[in-house]
């Protein structure tokens, strides 16, 4: 601020004018320009993140599948032990819930819960004797189909893990 003098002597504070009176706006939000940049760092890192994310995501589903094999398996093996073999593919797994006719040994359900679908949501395939074993669980994974690769591979009792 200056100081001017007026006529009775007193002093007399002046304002000066502002340099820009658009300086002020500008410093408050952010330009389209800078919005755009901050959306493509955005999409960039998406881009690259969201495929690993993906990926876990069908591992997990795998590793959910195989051990929903391998206690769908504990109960069949329990079954055996109490009525001296493996239901029939006829009888499938709805032989852990619900009592086959003339299986008088049996002492189920082995399951406390209905047989689970695989995490893709389609029902586990049970053929007993089986091509692997003498029996055969298995889900075709994540396509539905048989055969594939990765999260479409087929997963069954006598893989590994």
Do not use: C
């Amino acid at each position: 601020m200056t100081t001017a003098v007026s006529v009775a002597g007193a002093r007399k504070p002046t304002r000066r004018p502002q340099a820009s009176a658009t300086r002020g706006t500008l410093a408050r939000g952010f330009t389209f320009i800078e919005m755009m940049v901050v959306l493509a760092i955005i999409g960039l890192l998406l881009a690259l993140v969201g495929p690993q994310f993906i990926g876990q995501v069908g591992k997990a589903e795998v590793q959910a599948a195989r051990q929903q094999i391998q206690l769908l398996e504990t109960a069949l093996d329990t079954l055996r032990l109490d009525v001296g073999r493996y239901p029939t593919t006829q009888e499938g797994l709805e032989a852990l819930r619900v009592r086959p006719f003339g299986l008088d040994r049996w002492d189920g359900p082995y399951l406390k819960k209905d047989v689970p679908p695989d995490p893709w949501g389609s029902p586990y395939l049970y053929q007993s004797p089986g091509k692997h074993g003498a029996f055969d669980l298995f889900s075709y994974g994540a396509d539905g189909v048989q055969g594939g690769d990765a999260e479409n591979r087929d997963i069954g009792n006598w893989e590994s893990g």
